[in-house]
């Protein structure tokens, strides 16, 4: 059994328990139905506009199947051409090495100050908190995790990681951490007094960190696709560049990059062409950082590899369509998931990661509506990956000598006897019937015992109508 | 034509009325209908939450029983689904070739009612009468995974004396979703009470569906809050008549 020491999972309690505090704050259900139902709006706009989206969907899916299939044999190819355009590979199988990498190249600069490209892979390594460790300061430059980083907050959303938050929240923040009193909750002013802060430290420091949205295999070239610019200026103005990227991000083939340029920003901003993407192969001279480093992280990715229906998986380009389109993210939030990860897409990734043991609750966390499959941009059947580690959530159980004093799995193991014989079936029909009775006020039940209290507690259920289909159909024959 | 009816457990037990409303407008456009009465469960609820061990027997049970049949007709588009999609995933992940080739073949045999009489008998108007003010709630089984489109619509509009209220944001999950209902029963609540409201806006007497288990989330919610709005299964709208 893995252990999750190593990743993504805060200690955070099982769903069910934060997405119970979370329905309840009125707060954050308005921010968060707010921004949801605007992205998804804005995707569906730019999405309809394209007559070729289904097509553009197939083609990234078999990319993306490809790469999976050979993942072996790209990473090499990758490691060869990085390295020949002047850069240096190394590989890292878990968080914690990968840490260890970082954290000694950038000790060999002698800085201890660095300024970081949002990225989801240093968040899931947890890569701020190693380096606070080494005594090193980790700068997050993107808007949305600077705030986060202020308000000493973990990311609600992949993409947008302060959505729970609103800008009177924001102003609030910076008023504090920034001391300026005569902020406003202008949009303009509060992003002037971000920039403000972090153009000193472009200016300044000189190590930078990144993730990766894709990496070429043929050419060596790595990309970055980004909204604000701030990443642009990491990528650019420092001495060295250290890029963690998890294994499963890497393309083939240069032309490769033209499908998810166009599948990437319709899915995750609703817009038509990302406004910062930055490639680059290697060093140059005289141009850009003279030091690149690529650090290839596992972490878990090989497992998911190894499994036939979970590794579609790996194909997620954290474009965050599936969270803004999901109906229990947009009430629970982000942080109810517990992981770098939150939705639909960290729903079925972080118990693949840290194993379905250690994050139980996740595979649940789900009404299976699909809505989430419909608008991958990459068809990951998310459902039915759900369902799958389900399966495995429950298999894992009943190993357990507790499972016998389960109530669920005692109760699906007797319906499943019952269901299979029709005798035995038509039994408990009759036996609910006339067992209900004490329960039945003018056809409902109000406050239903056991389990079915669980139900009745909310809603009402309605009473077991005398005679089943099967008898009235019996009757009919009889009659005939 | 002989159409064998998958009732479902669910439908069986507690919604009969749903069952004879099929029947009844089955052998109303010239049909016969047959109701293999070994039928027990499909193994939905068992497969979607986990056990699937537990519900390989029924699956394997349920493909033995209709598969002898030319075309199944079922009230329930998750109980459709189940069989249409996951019973290949079932076969799959178990690695039982015998079960994928028998599913595929019955696979597609198996109808949703409405998409059974839009798309297969190619009729809209089924002679129904309900003179009521109706709104309709596509239910995800029905809209995103067996996909019958419109045609519960295009059956609904057909019935005489009806007043049709489309629902605003009818696409979004009811919050039902199975044991989803009772195991995140707070967020299950969260979408209903979206769902409710958008219901309620509609001033319809009656909420419809495709699929009697989200009518019955949907229907416990407007009961508790005496809200005067009751649910009814689409067969049960089509098959009252003057």
């Given at each position: 059994?893995?252990?999750?020491?190593?990743?993504?999972?805060e200690?955070?309690?099982?769903f069910?328990?934060?997405?119970?505090?979370?329905?309840?704050?009125?707060?954050?259900?308005?921010?968060?139905?707010?921004?949801?139902?605007?992205?998804?709006?804005?995707?569906?706009?730019?999405?309809?506009?394209?007559?070729?989206?289904?097509?553009?969907?197939?083609?990234?899916?078999?990319?993306?199947?490809?790469?999976?299939?050979?993942?072996?044999?790209?990473l090499?190819?990758?490691?060869?051409?990085?390295?020949?355009?002047?850069?240096?590979?190394?590989?890292?199988?878990?968080?914690?090495?990968?840490?260890?990498?970082?954290?000694?190249?950038?000790?060999?600069?002698?800085?201890?100050?660095?300024?970081?490209?949002?990225?989801?892979?240093?968040?899931?390594?947890?890569?701020?908190?190693?380096?606070?460790?080494?005594?090193?300061?980790?700068?997050?430059?993107?808007?949305?995790?600077?705030?986060?980083?202020?308000?000493?907050?973990?990311?609600?959303?992949?993409?947008?990681?302060?959505?729970?938050?609103?800008?009177?929240?924001?102003?609030?923040?910076?008023?504090?951490?920034?001391?300026?009193?005569?902020?406003?909750?202008?949009?303009?002013?509060?992003?002037?007094?971000?920039?403000?802060?972090?153009?000193?430290?472009?200016?300044?420091?000189?190590?930078?960190?990144?993730?990766?949205?894709?990496?070429i295999?043929?050419?060596?070239?790595?990309?970055?696709?980004?909204?604000?610019?701030?990443?642009?200026?990491?990528?650019?103005?420092?001495?060295?560049?250290?890029?963690?990227m998890?294994?499963?991000?890497?393309?083939?083939?240069?032309?490769?990059?033209?499908?998810?340029?166009?599948?990437?920003?319709?899915?995750?901003?609703?817009?038509?062409?990302?406004?910062?993407?930055?490639?680059?192969?290697?060093?140059?001279?005289?141009?850009?950082?003279?030091?690149?480093?690529?650090?290839?992280?596992?972490?878990?990715?090989?497992?998911?590899?190894?499994?036939?229906?979970?590794?579609?998986?790996?194909?997620?380009?954290?474009?965050?369509?599936?969270?803004?389109?999901?109906?229990?993210?947009?009430r629970?939030?982000?942080?109810?998931?517990?992981?770098?990860?939150?939705?639909?897409?960290?729903?079925?990734?972080?118990?693949?990661?840290?194993?379905?043991?250690?994050?139980?609750?996740?595979?649940?966390a789900?009404?299976?509506?699909?809505?989430?499959?419909?608008?991958?941009?990459?068809?990951?059947?998310?459902?039915?990956?759900?369902?799958?580690l389900?399966?495995?959530?429950?298999?894992?159980?009943?190993?357990?000598?507790?499972?016998?004093?389960?109530?669920?799995?005692?109760?699906?193991?007797?319906?499943?006897?019952?269901?299979?014989?029709?005798?035995?079936?038509?039994?408990?029909?009759?036996?609910?019937?006339?067992?209900?009775?004490?329960?039945?006020?003018?056809?409902?039940?109000?406050?239903?015992?056991?389990?079915?209290?669980?139900?009745?507690?909310?809603?009402?259920?309605p009473?077991?109508?005398?005679?089943?289909?099967?008898?009235?159909?019996?009757?009919?024959?009889?009659?005939? | 034509?002989?159409?064998?009816?998958?009732?479902?457990?669910?439908?069986?037990?507690?919604?009969?009325?749903?069952?004879?409303?099929?029947?009844?407008?089955?052998?109303?456009?010239?049909?016969?209908?047959?109701f293999?009465?070994?039928?027990?469960?499909?193994?939905?609820?068992?497969?979607?939450t986990?056990?699937?061990?537990?519900?390989?027997?029924?699956?394997?049970?349920f493909?033995?029983?209709?598969?002898?049949?030319?075309?199944?007709v079922?009230?329930?588009?998750?109980?459709?689904?189940?069989?249409?999609?996951?019973?290949?995933?079932?076969?799959?992940?178990?690695?039982?070739?015998?079960?994928?080739?028998?599913?595929?073949?019955?696979?597609?045999?198996?109808?949703?009612?409405?998409?059974f009489?839009?798309?297969?008998?190619?009729?809209?108007?089924?002679?129904?009468?309900?003179?009521?003010?109706?709104?309709?709630?596509?239910?995800?089984?029905?809209?995103?995974?067996?996909?019958?489109?419109?045609?519960?619509?295009?059956?609904?509009?057909?019935?005489?004396?009806?007043?049709?209220?489309?629902?605003?944001?009818?696409?979004?999950?009811?919050?039902?979703?199975?044991?989803?209902?009772?195991?995140?029963?707070?967020?299950?609540?969260?979408?209903?009470g979206?769902?409710?409201?958008?219901?309620?806006?509609?001033?319809?007497?009656?909420?419809?569906?495709?699929?009697?288990?989200?009518?019955?989330?949907?229907?416990?919610?407007?009961?508790?809050?005496?809200?005067?709005?009751?649910?009814?299964?689409?067969?049960?709208?089509?098959?009252?008549q003057?």
């Amino acid at each position: 059994m893995k252990k999750p020491e190593s990743v993504i999972i805060e200690l955070a309690p099982r769903f069910e328990v934060g997405a119970k505090a979370a329905v309840q704050n009125t707060q954050l259900r308005r921010n968060m139905g707010k921004a949801t139902q605007t992205i998804r709006g804005k995707r569906a706009g730019v999405v309809d506009e394209l007559a070729d989206w289904e097509s553009l969907r197939v083609a990234g899916q078999h990319i993306k199947d490809d790469v999976m299939q050979h993942l072996d044999t790209y990473l090499i190819q990758l490691e060869a051409t990085v390295t020949q355009s002047g850069g240096h590979v190394h590989w890292a199988k878990d968080a914690h090495e990968a840490n260890e990498i970082v954290t000694r190249l950038i000790k060999a600069t002698g800085s201890t100050e660095i300024i970081k490209v949002k990225s989801l892979t240093t968040d899931e390594i947890r890569l701020n908190e190693a380096l606070e460790l080494a005594g090193i300061t980790a700068i997050e430059t993107d808007l949305a995790e600077l705030i986060i980083q202020l308000a000493h907050e973990k990311s609600s959303h992949i993409l947008v990681p302060a959505i729970h938050k609103n800008r009177s929240e924001i102003r609030a923040l910076f008023q504090k951490s920034m001391n300026l009193p005569d902020l406003t909750d202008e949009p303009k002013e509060l992003a002037a007094a971000a920039r403000q802060f972090l153009r000193d430290k472009f200016m300044s420091v000189r190590v930078a960190t990144s993730g990766a949205n894709f990496a070429i295999a043929e050419t060596g070239s790595v990309c970055v696709v980004e909204s604000e610019g701030n990443g642009r200026m990491c990528l650019t103005m420092p001495e060295v560049l250290i890029t963690v990227m998890g294994i499963e991000k890497i393309l083939p083939r240069w032309q490769d990059l033209g499908v998810f340029m166009q599948l990437l920003p319709r899915s995750s901003t609703g817009e038509r062409m990302n406004p910062y993407t930055s490639i680059w192969t290697g060093v140059h001279a005289d141009d850009g950082p003279q030091e690149f480093h690529l650090v290839l992280l596992d972490n878990g990715r090989s497992d998911v590899l190894a499994d036939a229906v979970g590794r579609q998986t790996l194909h997620c380009i954290r474009c965050s369509a599936c969270i803004n389109v999901c109906p229990v993210y947009e009430r629970t939030g982000g942080h109810a998931y517990g992981s770098v990860y939150p939705g639909p897409i960290g729903a079925i990734l972080t118990p693949q990661l840290v194993g379905t043991a250690h994050a139980d609750s996740l595979p649940y966390a789900s009404s299976l509506c699909g809505a989430c499959y419909d608008v991958c941009p990459v068809r990951i059947n998310i459902p039915e990956v759900l369902v799958h580690l389900r399966g495995k959530v429950v298999a894992e159980k009943q190993t357990q000598p507790q499972s016998w004093f389960d109530g669920e799995n005692l109760g699906m193991k007797a319906m499943a006897t019952t269901f299979a014989h029709r005798t035995t079936y038509e039994l408990a029909q009759h036996a609910g019937q006339l067992a209900q009775w004490p329960f039945v006020h003018d056809g409902y039940i109000e406050n239903g015992p056991g389990p079915l209290g669980k139900w009745t507690a909310m809603r009402d259920f309605p009473a077991i109508p005398a005679q089943s289909f099967r008898d009235w159909w019996r009757e009919r024959q009889r009659d005939e | 034509m002989q159409v064998a009816l998958f009732i479902t457990c669910f439908n069986d037990t507690l919604f009969p009325n749903t069952g004879k409303a099929v029947v009844s407008i089955v052998e109303r456009l010239g049909h016969q209908v047959i109701f293999p009465e070994e039928q027990t469960c499909c193994g939905q609820m068992h497969f979607n939450t986990g056990y699937q061990a537990e519900a390989m027997p029924l699956i394997r049970r349920f493909v033995e029983i209709f598969s002898q049949y030319e075309a199944i007709v079922s009230p329930s588009a998750s109980c459709v689904g189940m069989v249409r999609d996951m019973y290949r995933f079932a076969a799959e992940v178990h690695h039982d070739t015998k079960l994928a080739n028998e599913v595929a073949l019955l696979a597609e045999r198996v109808y949703e009612f409405s998409e059974f009489i839009v798309n297969r008998l190619g009729i809209q108007d089924v002679g129904a009468y309900y003179p009521h003010r109706v709104t309709y709630h596509p239910t995800c089984h029905s809209l995103r995974g067996i996909k019958v489109g419109d045609a519960p619509e295009q059956l609904l509009r057909a019935v005489r004396g009806i007043d049709y209220v489309p629902l605003t944001q009818s696409n979004e999950c009811c919050g039902f979703g199975g044991t989803f209902a009772v195991k995140n029963a707070d967020t299950s609540m969260a979408m209903l009470g979206d769902k409710i409201r958008h219901i309620l806006d509609t001033r319809a007497e009656v909420c419809v569906a495709a699929d009697n288990s989200c009518l019955m989330h949907i229907g416990g919610a407007l009961h508790r809050q005496r809200s005067g709005v009751r649910i009814a299964h689409l067969a049960e709208i089509l098959a009252a008549q003057e």
